[in-house]
């Protein structure tokens, strides 16, 4: 299978320009993304980072975002983390709640400092998995003055307690530590890491409806794209070991910024947002910038590339609002 679009998911509008750029985060990584502005426009622009899906790379629905938001006036780069994509990281196909939150703080250090942006207006969208990271990045990094999650995972949340919290127990969490650091011995004695698979493929009749729902797009022509993860062989097997103990939206209540979470009614995953929300705000003194977002009868990867139901112009406006 090839992608639909010479590498990406999606077509390119006459009215946006891409432009391939590289920068580093903290560690000295290289990250890679693309950089999408209005076609003739000057600036200083408005500027927002995207990243995500978990899994996904820029050419996919970070990019689709990312050409969107360009279309209407921001410049926007849509970028791979580290260790996935075009980004370095010697090691590859791992994923880090601390590296990963660093690289969204990596985009805005690029973004702020490019002279067609405006470094007071800068703001960060993460879907998926990568919703996670932003909030993450957000309760951190005070130079983020606006974000956006759309159809948010918890990754460290599901790695540690399962779908629905069905796992949530020490011998459960003890069992899945076993497993992963004997796979750790044996991939250290042969000197690769087994990858756990992208979506399953053929896809098994009797699979649970959010696993038709992935397959749906990483497997069709529809999201597919040849450097995906979830596209082809997925992540390393020994990649969610340190999401068991690292709960990554455990300050998001001291978040000053403002933020707009958006989810599908019907998503498996709605829960992680309406949970994450329910705690950011309560107690909160910052609680009047926030907003949950419940999208009427969408599923989970609705709002990765459907711009029927993505709220595009309730997207442009919370920016517009709050990058000013």
């Not at 660093?102 to 990568?130: Q, S």
């Not at 998001?252 to 599908?264: F, K, Q």
Request: negative net charge; charged residues 25%.
């Amino acid at each position: 299978m090839q992608s639909k679009y010479n590498g990406y998911s999606f077509p390119l509008r006459d009215t946006v320009t891409r432009e391939k750029v590289h920068f580093h985060n903290c560690y000295g990584i290289e990250l890679c993304g693309d950089l999408y502005l209005p076609a003739g426009a000057s600036g200083p622009f408005a500027a927002v980072a995207v990243a995500g899906p978990f899994g996904a790379v820029k050419e996919q629905c970070a990019g689709l975002y990312a050409e969107e938001l360009a279309s209407r006036g921001f410049a926007a780069l849509a970028f791979d983390p580290s260790f996935i994509g075009e980004s370095g990281g010697a090691v590859r196909n791992v994923a880090s709640p601390d590296i990963n939150t660093e690289d969204f703080c990596a985009a805005v250090d690029f973004l702020a400092t490019r002279d067609f942006v405006d470094p007071e207006k800068v703001g960060i969208l993460g879907i998926c998995g990568w919703g996670g990271m932003a909030l993450n990045a957000a309760a951190m990094d005070t130079r983020i003055k606006a974000t956006v999650t759309s159809t948010m995972y918890d990754m460290t949340r599901v790695n540690a307690k399962g779908y629905f919290d069905s796992a949530d127990s020490a011998d459960a969490r003890y069992e899945t530590k076993q497993a992963l650091n004997a796979q750790r011995t044996a991939d250290y004695q042969s000197g690769t890491c087994a990858r756990a698979g992208g979506v399953v493929d053929p896809l098994p009749e009797d699979a649970p409806f959010f696993v038709k729902d992935y397959y749906d797009y990483y497997k069709t022509e529809r999201g597919y794209t040849e450097r995906s993860l979830n596209s082809n062989d997925g992540w390393n097997t020994t990649s969610s070991l340190s999401f068991l103990n690292m709960p990554i939206l455990r300050y998001s209540n001291e978040i000053r910024s403002a933020v707009l979470m958006i989810h599908g009614e019907k998503a498996h995953s709605c829960y992680f947002s309406r949970d994450a929300y329910a705690d950011m705000v309560k107690d909160s003194p910052w609680a009047g910038n926030k907003e949950l977002v419940i999208i009427p009868g969408a599923v989970h990867t609705d709002l990765y590339d459907r711009k029927d139901i993505i709220p595009f112009d309730k997207i442009q406006q919370f920016f517009e609002a709050n990058l000013k």
